[in-house]
């Protein structure tokens, strides 16, 4: 091995310090040594930026069951998620929101001092068919806590964190897992974590498309190395675009503003989603809402034939829609300040505008990646239809597919998602450490890897990275954004593919190896342009529409045909596609109605 690559030795290495990984190596370093890897200062993680809020049937402003929480996560995902996941989902839910609260999370509280719950899109009481106040919070900055929080939980366990280290490779021996490689910011080093299990929660890739809700770092890494050491990416054609991003800039406005009260108004004044979604209107799921947006700015109805609606949150115009329909809340300006201050604060600054007086222009934004490495309940990696699991490999979080979202993620289902489903990782990973054997590394594990940054770093004279990222993102919004026809995933394609082979001549301007930032994106392009064409060939193969994957020339849902999970292989230079059978349990697959 080169002399310059450093080694390490833990019993688990978790990539990623968001709030799955977090509540991971909370878990897992009780019992074993755990070292966290994250590119960027823990509590920088995307999971600091969720703003609305956390899901969980506690009951404590009205009545709620985690069967009704169970229902609603089934019929938003549009019947593609594993109910027996969902069922793990939901029930561990109000546990894991108390512990949370025990760790000292400071939630927002009820006039009584219990938990203060608030509305959020496609959360009902199924006997009233009406919203049900779900979303536990604290105020519009409830990631942040969460994260701030398990942070601190795990520096008291004195978990072993490598902060600004950039993971690159997954080291696989045939079905074993033997560590990771990864490359210090600061230095340029190489280091190998050998470990007896690995476990990835490194987010989601919204920056493969032009306007998205994610930060900059969300490229993910995770997935792609995975998907190069041979393990599937499951369901990856759906993508969530969130219905309120803020015009043009993609700046996430929370779902809480409408589970507040507010509405979205066309350019003609209308409260369009009563045409829509009759019942629950503006808080109907994502992708109902999204599609509903697109198809009034299509029609010429956008806000000064522009493609933008409005979020009204005003206090007049909620109180008034509150009053027609019998609802007794009434809001004021001091309510949102207090309530949605984040967000007040995001829309002085980004748009130079007050909620409290004026409408907010928005758009759909890319936000969410319902698909990812396949998982067990365990948080166990499963690398083929047969559900195989591959000994020592973990993922959980964003990056992975459980599947408890199936093909439209519910508000505030992520957050639940990471700390469910991180916990099991973790306590699994610290169950199977103990009688698992630390397998030899192989010769040169970094080499590979090590020759790819390498060639990027020297290369002259070929593409600048932000000349193909932009062509990429700007491709992703226009064909394989909210709806999708198979000329124009043809298209895309071909696009991609054009892209991909340009990207063996890439090169950067910084050819040093302190901070290289340049290399290290160039490296994160990489990942992007590889998830972007598994997002459009497994698009492309599922002919029906069904939650996030909208096919114009396939309007309905073929449950005959494509009740099942797509498994996209790297194999050579294409892909390959699978597909495995959906879990189904108490919720018949019906025709989704809000
Ligand atoms: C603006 C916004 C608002 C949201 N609001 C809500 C909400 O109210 N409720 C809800 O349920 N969901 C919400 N979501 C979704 C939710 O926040 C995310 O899905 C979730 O936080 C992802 O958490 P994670 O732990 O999987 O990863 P992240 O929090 O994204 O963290 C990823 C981690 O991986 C690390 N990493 C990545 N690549 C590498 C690499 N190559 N090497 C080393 N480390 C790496 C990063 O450093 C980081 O620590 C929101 C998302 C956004 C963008």
Redesign the pocket.
């Known amino acids: 091995m080169p002399n310059n690559v450093h080694t390490h030795t833990f019993d688990a290495v978790i990539?990623?310090?968001?709030?799955?990984?977090l509540m991971a190596a909370l878990y897992a370093s009780r019992k074993i040594n755990v070292a966290v890897?994250?590119?960027?200062y823990?509590t920088r993680?995307?999971?600091g930026?969720?703003?609305?809020?956390?899901g969980a049937a506690l009951g404590n402003v009205e009545e709620d069951r985690w069967e009704w929480h169970a229902y609603d996560t089934v019929k938003g995902s549009d019947y593609l998620a594993d109910q027996d996941a969902v069922d793990v989902l939901c029930k561990e839910a109000v546990e894991t929101v108390i512990e949370l609260e025990h760790m000292g999370l400071p939630f927002d509280r009820t006039p009584e001092g219990k938990i203060a719950q608030r509305r959020f899109g496609g959360h009902t009481n199924p006997e009233t068919k009406k919203p049900v106040q779900r979303a536990c919070h604290a105020a519009d900055r409830?990631?942040h806590m969460i994260l701030q929080t398990l942070y601190q939980q795990c520096i008291r366990n004195k978990v072993n964190f490598f902060d600004e280290?950039?993971?690159?490779d997954l080291i696989r021996v045939d079905n074993t897992i033997r560590g990771v490689v990864?490359v210090s910011l600061a230095t340029g080093e190489f280091h190998v974590f050998h470990s007896k299990a690995v476990m990835f929660?490194?987010?989601?890739w919204?920056k493969c498309w032009e306007v998205t809700?994610?930060?900059h770092?969300?490229?993910g890494?995770?997935a792609a190395v995975c998907l190069r050491r041979g393990i599937p990416m499951e369901d990856m054609e759906f993508f969530q675009f969130h219905p309120t991003g803020i015009f043009r800039l993609g700046i996430?406005i929370?779902e809480g503003v409408r589970g507040e009260g507010g509405v979205l108004i066309n350019g003609k004044g209308e409260r369009f989603m009563e045409r829509y979604a009759p019942t629950i209107k503006d808080l109907a799921s994502r992708d109902v809402t999204s599609r509903s947006i697109y198809l009034e700015i299509m029609a010429g109805r956008g806000v000064n034939g522009r493609n933008y609606v409005h979020l009204d949150v005003r206090p007049e115009t909620v109180n008034r829609y509150f009053e027609e329909a019998g609802d007794s809340r009434r809001i004021t300006a001091q309510f949102i300040e207090e309530k949605l201050a984040e967000t007040v604060d995001q829309c002085r600054t980004y748009l130079g505008i007050d909620p409290v007086t004026e409408p907010i222009p928005i758009q759909p934004t890319a936000?969410?990646a319902m698909g990812g490495i396949p998982t067990d309940v365990d948080g166990r990696a499963v690398v083929d239809a047969q559900n195989t699991v591959l000994p020592g490999l973990y993922a959980a979080?964003?990056?992975a597919c459980v599947s408890v979202h199936g093909a439209n993620r519910l508000?505030?289902?992520?957050?639940?998602d990471?700390v469910v489903f991180g916990r099991r990782a973790g306590n699994h990973m610290a169950g199977y450490c103990p009688g698992a054997e630390l397998l030899p590394l192989p010769d040169n594990p970094a080499g590979e890897v090590m020759a790819e940054l390498e060639r990027i770093r020297n290369n002259s004279g070929g593409t600048r990275p932000y000349v193909l990222r932009d062509r990429m993102q700007k491709t992703m919004m226009a064909n394989v954004g909210v709806f999708r026809t198979e000329e124009i995933l043809n298209e895309a394609l071909e696009t991609l593919r054009e892209l991909r082979a340009q990207y063996a001549n890439v090169s950067v301007d910084d050819k040093g190896q302190r901070f290289n930032t340049d290399l290290l994106e160039a490296w994160e392009l990489g990942c992007l342009l590889e998830l972007a064409e598994v997002t459009a060939v497994a698009a492309q193969a599922r002919t029906e529409s069904r939650g996030g994957h909208a096919r114009d020339d396939y309007p309905e849902r073929n449950d005959e045909q494509w009740l099942k999970h797509s498994l996209c292989f790297k194999e050579g230079d294409g892909y390959r596609l699978d597909y495995k059978p959906v879990v189904l349990g108490r919720y018949e697959p019906q025709k989704r109605v809000y």
């Open positions: 990539v990623g310090a968001g709030g799955a990984g890897i994250s590119k960027l823990p993680s995307h999971t930026a969720a703003l609305g809020g956390i409830t990631g280290y950039h993971v690159v990864a929660a490194t987010g989601g919204g809700s994610n930060a770092s969300l490229t890494d995770g996430l929370t936000h969410y979080g964003e990056c508000g505030t289902n992520s957050l639940v990471l």
